[in-house]
């Protein structure tokens, strides 16, 4: 076999400027690959921006691996969405286990709330209105200020221009949706991500699996949350529902059918696309879902 | 093997020139200036904003309602010259449209040198969009009053 010999040079060609200038890049964890994008808008290339999920991953079934730790324990800053996404905190437990700082996202954001056995739940999807993006970024943009000061300016302006992209998105939406005429404007998913969504554009929302895939209070598949998703559909004349690509489409499927609707689609919801796809950022993740949803429901 | 010399290039500094009269700017909203949910700072960024020449000349974190005319008189330090570079006077706007913004929205841009209008312009947003951009304003230098040298080669009868 023949050896392959990578020049020295080329090696350096792969270093970024800041890593040529040997200045040791600070370093982002973050639980979800939202939260990741979000980082990356504001810190460039200054710091290195690492995800304990990977792209398809579900934040409220992860189970925290060894790995999880040692990655957690390189961080300067640790970012989490907050409002139990990460199913039993398991992003906060990492970060205070190793003894880092926090951010979390979510705060500042007024939640959506159900009331599920007597307990008020926030719903953690937060991520779904680009306003609520826009605070996601704010925070994280703080505490990358207070931990470097010296390039505020830096982080100030890119979260200045990232904002204005937020807004874009946002009238982008809003004039995609004006083609769906507002008794159209139902999204049945698999699970119940998308309110903030649908209170950002009107639409209304029905899932089987609650607030999250998971085992938490008002969580997981009910027999009558099944049927009242059935229901809802043939009461309401959907021809087509949507699978998400973080959640095992098998339900979703079997409500499909058993109601006699089409599968319309693959949403991103929980996670964003693998690199190189469309969705591989929150911009990309949002355009895609909004194109999919017009071009079925409109 | 092919070379290019790259000389150096000369940058002049320009002189700035004053430009005689008495300046106003006037900023006319057809839109209540509100505070914008995408804004970088929800509490302090400026409704209404202007900067003229890297200064802020206008800058309001309050409401502003439609129909509003916003003055700075006298407007000062405008300079003049041959072209943009050297009579440039550069203004950058930025008016917030509030949440619920998503039609377009106008700003009325009038400059006046000595109560005469010099600039009278609109500046449109993207629907939902704040207003924003920059106006150049160029005062030209009054010609030379000397007379320059004839040129021998053209034929004068």
């Not at chain 1, 999807?125 to 943009?141: D, G, K, L, M, T």
């Not at chain 1, 390039?151 to 004006?178: P, V």
């Not at chain 2, 950058?92 to 400059?111: M, N, P, Q, T």
């Amino acid at each position: 076999m023949r050896n392959f010999v990578f020049p020295a040079f080329a090696w350096a060609c792969l270093l970024t400027p800041l890593q040529a200038n040997n200045v040791p890049r600070r370093v982002i964890v973050c639980s979800t690959t939202q939260t990741a994008d979000f980082a990356r808008q504001v810190v460039g290339d200054r710091w290195q921006v690492k995800s304990v999920l990977a792209s398809g991953e579900d934040p409220h079934l992860h189970q925290v691996t060894a790995n999880d730790s040692k990655l957690v324990a390189t961080a300067d800053l640790c970012i989490e969405n907050g409002w139990h996404l990460e199913g039993k905190d398991w992003m906060r437990t990492l970060a205070e286990d190793e003894r880092k700082p926090l951010v979390t996202c979510t705060e500042g954001i007024k939640p959506e709330q159900f009331n599920e056995a007597d307990e008020l739940v926030s719903d953690p999807h937060a991520w779904f209105s680009p306003q609520n993006a826009s605070i996601y970024v704010r925070n994280i943009q703080k505490a990358v200020c207070q931990i470097d000061p010296d390039h505020q300016s830096d982080y100030e302006a890119r979260t200045r221009l990232y904002l204005d992209q937020l807004r874009t998105l946002h009238l982008w939406i809003q004039r995609q949706f004006n083609s769906i005429p507002a008794n159209r404007r139902i999204l049945v998913t698999s699970h119940d991500a998308f309110n903030y969504f649908c209170k950002a554009y009107k639409f209304q929302a029905a899932a089987p699996l609650g607030w999250s895939t998971g085992a938490e209070t008002g969580a997981g598949l009910t027999p009558e949350r099944r049927q009242a998703t059935i229901d809802s559909i043939r009461n309401s004349g959907v021809k087509t529902i949507f699978v998400e690509t973080s959640v095992n489409p098998r339900l979703i499927r079997e409500i499909a059918k058993e109601a006699g609707v089409e599968i319309g689609g693959q949403l991103y919801s929980d996670s964003m696309g693998k690199t190189g796809t469309a969705g591989e950022t929150y911009l990309g993740m949002m355009r895609e879902n909004v194109l999919t949803i017009v071009g079925t429901l409109k | 093997m092919c070379t290019r010399n790259y000389g150096a290039a000369q940058v002049d500094v320009l002189p700035e020139v004053i430009a005689p009269g008495v300046f106003r700017l006037e900023l006319t909203l057809t839109f209540p200036a509100e505070r914008d949910p995408f804004a970088f700072d929800l509490e302090n960024e400026p409704t209404v904003l202007v900067a003229f020449r890297g200064k802020n000349i206008i800058r309001t974190t309050n409401p502003v309602q439609a129909g509003t005319s916003l003055q700075v008189q006298p407007l000062q330090h405008v300079v003049e010259g041959n072209d943009e570079q050297s009579g440039g006077n550069e203004f950058y706007f930025e008016i917030l449209a509030g949440e619920d913004s998503s039609v377009a929205r106008g700003v009325r841009f009038r400059i006046f040198r000595d109560e005469q209008v010099v600039v009278d312009r609109t500046a449109w947003s993207h629907p939902g969009e704040p207003v924003r951009g920059t106006v150049n304003l160029v005062i030209l230098a009054p010609p030379e009053t000397e007379h320059a040298p004839e040129d021998p080669s053209i034929d004068r009868d």
